[in-house]
C-alpha cells in the first residue's frame, strides 16, 4: 500500500481525518499545522507538496476546517492535484470515489477524483473516528528551508480574542441561539444569561450577524460555524435550510418560537411554543433555583 500524508491542526477535527486516511493505505505519515508559525497556509502547502512527492504518497488528507480547506486549496493549485473538500466518504483506487457535502451539506455528491495523488478534507463531524496506527511524524527540517519568500507572503499577523464565553461555538457540547426573535442586541443578554448557566457557547442565525448584533464568529449554518452539541437551544430562530445545515449535527434540538408551524418546529426534538422573552428567563430562574 502507498503511503498516506495527513496535515494535523489544533482541533479534534485532523483524527476523522486521519480515519480515513487509513482507508487510502499505509504508513501514515502526519505534517503539523503549526510547525510553520505564524500560520502560513503557502507554506505549510509547500511542505506538503515536498512531503508527499518525497513519500510517494497516494493520498493527502486534511480536516474541513477553514485552515484544513485553505491550505488543501492552495496545494492543489500550486500542484494541479484533484482536491475535493468537505468529504464525508472516500473509497481509494483510480479514480478515487469520494461522498462529499454541498450547499452547506443540503446536497450529498459523489465524486471521481482522477490524479496521481487524491487530496482530500473531510468535514468536521461526519466521520466515525476510530482507532489505529499513530501517525509517523514528518521530519520537515530539510523541506522548511526549501520555503521561498513569497510562501510567507500570506500569514497570520495578529488575533483578536471573541468577546466574552470562552467556549468554542465548534465544540460546545451545549449552544444557545438567537435570531431575528430575539429582536435587537441587547436582547441576547438572556440568552448569555441561560449559555453561562449551562456552560454553552452563544450562536446565532444570519440575520443576527447581518444586523450586527453578533459577531461573525457565532453565526451558525452553511456560511457559518457548523456544529454538533449534544444540546442545541434555538431561540427566535425560524430554521431556514442554510441555518439547519449548521445544526444537523446536534443531538437534540430544543426550538422555542412563537410560531408553531416555523419549520424548525419539524426538526425540533422539543418545542416550546411562545415569547422567547418570557421563556429563556423562565428556564434560566428554574436552573438558578436547582444551582
Ligand atoms: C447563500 C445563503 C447562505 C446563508 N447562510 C446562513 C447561515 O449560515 N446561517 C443562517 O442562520 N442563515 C443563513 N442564511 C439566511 C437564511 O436563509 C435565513 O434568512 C436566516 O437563517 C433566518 O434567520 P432567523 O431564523 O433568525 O430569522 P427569521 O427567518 O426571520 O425567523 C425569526 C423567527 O423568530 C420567531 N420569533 C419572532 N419573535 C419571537 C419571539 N418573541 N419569541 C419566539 N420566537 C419569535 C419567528 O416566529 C420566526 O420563526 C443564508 C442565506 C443564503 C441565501
Sequence with gaps: MAP???LIDESKAPMEALTLGRTFGSPLHSVRMDAIQPFAPDAIAAVLALAADELGASAVLAAGTDRGNEVMARLAARTGLPFAANCIAAEPGD???VVRQRWGGSLIETALLRGPRALITVAPHTVRVTDGPSPIDVDLKSYMARIEPTDLVVQ???HIDAAGGGVS???A???VSGGRGVGSKEGFAIIEELAGLLGAAVGCSRVVTSAGWRPHSDQVGQTGTKISPDLY???????ATQHMA???G???ILAINADAEAPIMQNADYAVVGDLKEIVPAISAEIRKIK
Excluded: F, N, T, Y
Design 4 to 6: 498516506v500524508v495527513v
Design 95 to 97: 479514480p478515487v470515489r
Design 156 to 158: 497570520v499577523k495578529d
Design 169 to 171: 461555538l465548534a465544540e
Design 173 to 175: 457540547k451545549v449552544v
Design 233 to 239: 437551544i434555538a431561540c427566535g430562530i425560524s430554521g
Design 246 to 248: 449548521g445544526c444537523k
Design 250 to 252: 446536534a443531538k437534540r
